[in-house]
């Protein structure tokens, strides 16, 4: 079973306020990614990172950013939540190099009031 | 129009059905196929994982990919209510640094 964690869970905050969802992973997986997802739809990417120190934006447009500055630790910040920022956010890993298959944290599922 | 469709579903069979979840996909740079299974509040869990075309077996589940008509299936023989969840299709081409596509999802009961 694959080792990544996310944090919180759950989270319902007023808007404006500055939000970061934790992503952790213990398999040494140097590629990471975020995800978002609406019920009933695809997963989209919204960010994704090689290694340490590299960060790139995803498919799907985001206000949201990210850091990785330890290869086990990928953390989303979104500096002032809105409520169209409602959503479930999936943080994924995978072994590099070549196209290994990712393997996810269960969620933080977010609502902004 | 996406790069990948999925059989919206929902799915409803009884216990003991052989259950048939597919996908199509328009990019013919894809060439890593995956399966994801997702539970209700939880991520997805990586089911099967097959490169090109043909078949793969693990217990209960068969993938199938057919590149010529990009076309990928999963069976599941058998099917017992455990299965009931989200089946997610995915995939991924080649130096594409490991990004994958999804479908949306189908959703599966499987009655007692």
């Known amino acids: 079973e694959a080792d990544i964690y996310q944090t919180p869970r759950y989270l319902v905050i007023g808007t404006g306020k500055k939000i970061t969802l934790e992503c952790s992973q213990t398999m040494g997986h140097d590629k990471m990614y975020w995800y978002q997802q609406d019920p009933g739809m695809e997963l989209h990417l919204i960010h994704y990172?090689?290694?340490?120190?590299?960060?790139e934006k995803g498919d799907l447009s985001s206000e949201s950013t990210v850091s990785r500055i330890r290869t086990e630790h990928f953390p989303l910040t979104l500096e002032s939540a809105r409520p169209s920022h409602t959503s479930q956010y999936l943080c994924a890993s995978s072994p590099g190099p070549g196209n290994q298959p990712q393997h996810f944290g269960d969620g933080t599922r977010l609502s902004i009031l | 129009q996406k790069e990948v469709e999925q059989d919206p579903g929902p799915l409803s069979v009884p216990e003991g059905a052989i259950v048939s979840l597919n996908c199509t996909y328009s990019n013919s740079a894809f060439q890593y196929f995956m399966w994801y299974r997702q539970y209700s509040r939880k991520g997805p869990e990586l089911l099967m994982y097959t490169y090109s075309s043909g078949n793969k077996e693990d217990g209960r589940f068969t993938a199938q990919v057919d590149k010529s008509s990009k076309y990928i299936s999963l069976f599941i023989r058998d099917s017992q209510p455990s299965d009931s969840a989200t089946y997610l299709c995915a995939m991924s081409r080649s130096g594409g640094a490991g990004k994958s596509t999804f479908g949306d999802g189908t959703t599966l009961t499987v009655k007692p």
């Open positions: 990172s090689y290694g340490v120190n590299s960060t």
